[in-house]
C-alpha cells in the first residue's frame, strides 16, 4: 500500500485586480465561462460594439480629405486627445471614477501589428472568442456626438475619414468584424455621396443615424438618401447617444439621470416623427433598427402614441394602422436589457415581437454592456426565442450567412488554461 | 475544510486577495483586524466582483432642514465594486446599499495563527488543514 504524502502547503493561484490594463480576454474571462450555456447555437451577432476613438485618432484623422480640417486636427493633437470631437473633456463621467475601467481603455498590451495585426483588430478578436460571437457590429463612441457639432464640414470630414479607416485598415483584416456607414446627417447631399461610394464595400452591412441631432428625420431633404438605402437592402440604424448640453437636460445634475434620460430621448423623438410622417408606408421594404436605448421605451411609446393618433388622425393621416403595429415590424437592439422586473420585460418583449424582431447587443466596451448571458439567463424564453435574438434574426436583419465562425467554447477555456491564465 | 490563503500581514488595510482553490475564485478582503471572504461572482451578471476597485460608500449629505451639500464619502463603510457595471458591496456585509436584496455569496472565513483560512465545501487542498 502506498504511503499518501502529507499535503504541503503551496501558493495559491491569484487574480489580480482588473484595471484599464487588463487584458480583454481575463476582463471577459467569466463571459467565456457563460459562452458555453449556447456554445450549440448556430450564431451569435453582437449587433452594437464599440470603437474608443481615443487611441486611434491619429490614424482617423490622417485620413481627413481636407487639408485645412487635417491641419488644424493635427496640430490640436495630444495623446488621447480628440480634436474637432463636441465632447467637454471634463464631462466625461462614463468610467465612474475609475470604478468601471474597461470604459477608459483600451490600455492592454497587444502584439506586434506587422505579425499580429492592427491593435483594434487584435482587441475586438479577443472580444469576440472570448464572448463567443460570430461577428461583431462595430460602431464609434465619441464621433457618436458628432451630430450636435456646430461645423457641418466637420461631421462629413470625418464620416468619410472614418469610413476609409474602416474600409481600407479594419475591416479587410477580419470577416468576423463588420460595420455600419456613418451617415453625416446634417448634410443630407453628402450622406447620398458616402452610399454611393462606400454602401457597397465588403463588410458594410447596414447605414446609421447617430441620433444625438436635432434633424427632423421624415424631411424631405432626405427623401432620395432614404430611398437609395431601402434599394440597398441593408437596414437603417438609429444608434442613441448621450448630450448633456440639450437644453432639458442642462437640469440634471448626475450624469446617471442625463444618461438615463438622454440615450431614450432622442430615439423618443426619431421614432415619433418616422410614424407620424408615415415613412414606414413611404419606404415599405426599409428595415429599420434601434439601438442602446433598451427596451422599456418601446411599449411607452406603443401605447402614448396609438392612444394620441385614434383622436388626431388627420395629424396622422398617411397612417393606415396604429403606430405600435408600425413599431412592432421594426427592430430593436437589446442593449442595456432592463433586467430588473422580469414581469415588464417579458410583457415588453412580447409587444415588440422578440421572438423574431429583437437582435442582441453587447455595448462593449461600455461601462453598461451585456454579455449574451444577458439574454440566455432570462427564463421566459424559449431556446429557439434565445438562438433568434442571439443570432437568427440579424442575420436575417443584416444579410449575413448563418455559418459558425467563432471557436467552440471548449476551445476557447482550454486555450485560457494552457496559458494559464484564470 | 479550511484552507490557508495567506498571512493576514500580507494584506494590505484595506486590502484584499482574490485567489481560486480548486476552480473557485474567492476574494479576501482586511478591514483592519476584520477579515471577510466572498465568491467572486457578481449577483448581477456574475462579472468577477471581488478584483475590483474598493472605495468608500458614497454619502448624499442631507441636513436636518432637508438641504443637500452634495455627495461625501463615508468614513465607516469601505465598498467592493464590480468592474463589469459598478454594482456596490458593502465589504462588512456583502449587501448592496441601494437593494439590501442583492448580495455577495460569503464565504466563511477567519484568522488563526495570524494567518487568514477560508472554508470550503471541497478541500482536497495542498493548504488545507
Ligand atoms: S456583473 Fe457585476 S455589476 Fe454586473
Known amino acids: 500500500m502506498l504511503d499518501r504524502a502529507a499535503p504541503k502547503a503551496t501558493s495559491l493561484p491569484e487574480l489580480p485586480e482588473i484595471t484599464a490594463a487588463t487584458d480583454t480576454r481575463a476582463y471577459l474571462a467569466r463571459a467565456a465561462v457563460q459562452a458555453q450555456s449556447h456554445d450549440d447555437y448556430e450564431l451569435i451577432v453582437d449587433v452594437d460594439a464599440h470603437l474608443q476613438e481615443g487611441g486611434f485618432w491619429p490614424e482617423i484623422i490622417d485620413l481627413l480629405g481636407n487639408d485645412v480640417l487635417k491641419q488644424t486636427a493635427q496640430a490640436m493633437l495630444r495623446p488621447g486627445s480628440l480634436p474637432l470631437i463636441n465632447m467637454q473633456p471634463g464631462m466625461t463621467f462614463q468610467a465612474m471614477a475609475g470604478r468601471i475601467p474597461h470604459q477608459s481603455g ?3 498590451q497587444t502584439d506586434d501589428p506587422a505579425k499580429a495585426g492592427h491593435r483594434f483588430v487584435q482587441i475586438v478578436r479577443r472580444t469576440i472568442e472570448t464572448m463567443g460571437l460570430d461577428y461583431q457590429v462595430i460602431f464609434p463612441t465619441a464621433m457618436l456626438h458628432l ?7 466637420i461631421e462629413v470630414e470625418l ?3 472614418y469610413a476609409r479607416w474602416l474600409i481600407e485598415r479594419i475591416l479587410p483584416e477580419d470577416p468576423r468584424i463588420i460595420a455600419l456607414l456613418y451617415l453625416p446627417f446634417n448634410s443630407p447631399v453628402e450622406c447620398e455621396k458616402l452610399v454611393r461610394e462606400y454602401g ?3 463588410g458594410i452591412i447596414g447605414f446609421t443615424i447617430c441620433a444625438v441631432r436635432h434633424k427632423g428625420v421624415h424631411h424631405n431633404q432626405y427623401a432620395r438618401l432614404f430611398s437609395m438605402i431601402e434599394e440597398t437592402g441593408k437596414p437603417l440604424v438609429f444608434h442613441a447617444g448621450p448630450h448633456w448640453d440639450d437644453p432639458s437636460f442642462t437640469q440634471l445634475n448626475r450624469f446617471v439621470s442625463m444618461h438615463a434620460l438622454s440615450f431614450v430621448h432622442y430615439n423618443l423623438i426619431h421614432m415619433t416623427n418616422w410614424i407620424i410622417n408615415a415613412m414606414p408606408e413611404r419606404y415599405p421594404n426599409m428595415k429599420v433598427v434601434w439601438v442602446e436605448s433598451g427596451l422599456a421605451w418601446v411599449p411607452f411609446l406603443m401605447q402614448r402614441l396609438d392612444h394620441e393618433v ?18 412592432r415590424e421594426m427592430y430593436y437592439s437589446s442593449q442595456p436589457l432592463e433586467r430588473n422586473d422580469l414581469e415588464l420585460l417579458e410583457m415588453t418583449m412580447r409587444k415588440i415581437n422578440a421572438d423574431t424582431q429583437l437582435l442582441f447587443a453587447s455595448d462593449w466596451p461600455h461601462w453598461d454592456f451585456d454579455p449574451p448571458s444577458a439574454i440566455t439567463t432570462l427564463p421566459f424564453l424559449s431556446d429557439q426565442a434565445k438562438r433568434n435574438i442571439l443570432g437568427l434574426n440579424a442575420a436575417r436583419v443584416f444579410n449575413l450567412p448563418v455559418k459558425r465562425l467563432r471557436p467552440r467554447a471548449k476551445d476557447v477555456l482550454a486555450a485560457r488554461a494552457a496559458a494559464g491564465v484564470a | 475544510m479550511d484552507v490557508r490563503v495567506c498571512e493576514v500581514a500580507a494584506l494590505d488595510d484595506p486590502g484584499r486577495k482574490v485567489v481560486e482553490i480548486e476552480g473557485q475564485q474567492i476574494g479576501v478582503f482586511r478591514l483592519g483586524d476584520e477579515v471577510f471572504a466572498y465568491e467572486n461572482r457578481c449577483p448581477h451578471l456574475d462579472g468577477p466582483v471581488c478584483q475590483g476597485k474598493m472605495l468608500p460608500l458614497a454619502l448624499e449629505a442631507v441636513a436636518s432642514d432637508g438641504t443637500s451639500s452634495g455627495r461625501v464619502f463615508s468614513k465607516t463603510q469601505m465598498n467592493i465594486i464590480c468592474p463589469w457595471h459598478g454594482f456596490e458591496f458593502d465589504i462588512r456585509t456583502g449587501v448592496h446599499p441601494t437593494d439590501k436584496r442583492v448580495r455577495l455569496r460569503r464565504i466563511p472565513v477567519r484568522v488563526k ?5 477560508v472554508t470550503i465545501a471541497r478541500a482536497t487542498h495542498a493548504n488545507q488543514r
Open chain 1, 310 to 327: 385614434m383622436m388626431r388622425q388627420s395629424e396622422a393621416p398617411g397612417l393606415k394602422r396604429l403606430p405600435s403595429e408600425y413599431m
Open chain 2, 113 to 117: 495563527d495570524g494567518a487568514v483560512y
Open chain 1, 159 to 161: 464620416a468619410r475619414a
Open chain 1, 106 to 108: 483600451p490600455q492592454e
Open chain 1, 147 to 153: 451630430g450636435m457639432n456646430p461645423m457641418e464640414d
Open chain 1, 200 to 202: 457597397d464595400r465588403p
